[in-house]
C-alpha cells in the first residue's frame, strides 16, 4: 500500500531532551516535507526537501533540523524541544515538485505526530 | 503579508445543497500551483483538487470543482450536493516555488 508513515503517533518529552520523528514514505517520491500545524494557524512549512542531500527551509524552521540520507527517508529532529514547539507535525511527499502539471505535484500526507513539550 | 487567506472559520451547508469555501492567494510569480485538502474529525489530510496557475479551465474532480479566477487571485472550493461526510475543516494551499503554504482554514458542517 502506498502510504507515509511516521513514528511516533504521540509523544510526551520534556524541556530539552532531544527527539526525532521518523518518516517514510514507499512511492519513491522526490519531495518531502514537515509542517506543523496549531490551532488558528493552519499548516506551517518547517523544512523540505527536493532529493536526498537536498534540503532548505520553509516558514518555520527555527529550532528544528532535518536530514535525507536516502530517498524514502525524511526525519524532523528537535535537538532541545522547548514548549512552543508543542504541535501536531505532518510529514508530506509528492512525486515531484514545481510545474505547471496537477499530476504528481499533490502532496500525500502521514497520520501525524501530536508532540507535547513540558 | 498571508500568502493565502481563507476568511470563513465556519460555515454550515444542509444536505444535498452546494457551498463555496473561500480562497485568496498572494504571489508575484507566473507559475504556482492551488490545492485544497480536507481534514476530518480524524484528523488526516486528504488531497482533493488542484489548479495550476497556466490550467484555462477550472479543474473538477467528481463534486469538487475549483473556481479559479487568476486576476482576483481568488481559487474558491465549490462541493456540490454536499452530504453527512463533507463536515471537516477544508485547507487551501498554494505552491510558490519549492515551497507550499497553507491558509488558517475553514470548518464545514453540513447539517441534516
Known amino acids: 500500500e502506498a502510504q507515509v508513515t511516521q513514528n511516533p503517533r504521540y509523544l510526551i518529552t520534556v524541556t530539552g531532551k532531544k527527539l526525532t520523528v521518523t518518516c517514510s514514505q514507499n512511492m519513491n517520491h522526490e519531495y518531502m516535507s514537515w509542517y506543523r500545524q496549531d490551532p488558528g494557524l493552519g499548516l506551517r512549512q518547517i523544512y523540505y526537501s527536493m532529493n536526498v542531500e537536498v534540503t532548505d527551509k520553509g516558514d518555520v524552521p527555527e529550532g528544528y533540523k532535518v536530514s535525507r540520507k536516502e530517498k524514502r527517508n525524511f526525519p524532523l529532529i528537535l535537538e532541545s524541544p522547548s514548549p512552543n514547539q508543542t504541535s501536531l507535525y505532518f510529514c508530506a511527499s509528492s512525486l515531484y515538485y514545481g510545474g505547471t502539471s496537477g499530476s504528481g505535484n499533490e502532496q500525500f500526507f502521514g497520520p501525524g505526530t501530536r508532540l507535547t513539550v513540558l | 503579508a498571508q500568502k493565502i487567506t481563507q476568511t470563513q472559520p465556519g460555515m454550515f451547508v444542509q444536505e444535498k445543497e452546494a457551498v463555496t469555501l473561500d480562497c485568496t492567494y498572494d504571489t508575484s510569480d507566473q507559475s504556482y500551483g492551488l490545492f485544497w485538502y480536507k481534514q476530518p474529525s480524524s484528523g488526516e489530510m486528504i488531497f482533493l483538487i488542484y489548479?495550476?496557475?497556466?490550467?484555462?479551465q477550472n479543474a473538477t474532480e467528481g463534486r469538487y470543482s475549483l473556481n479559479f479566477q487568476k486576476a482576483r487571485k481568488s481559487a474558491n472550493l465549490v462541493i456540490s450536493a454536499s452530504q453527512l461526510g463533507d463536515s471537516a475543516m477544508y485547507f487551501c494551499a498554494m505552491r510558490e516555488g519549492n515551497q507550499f503554504y497553507f491558509g488558517t482554514g475553514t470548518s464545514l458542517t453540513v447539517i441534516p
Open positions: 489548479q495550476g496557475s497556466y490550467d484555462e
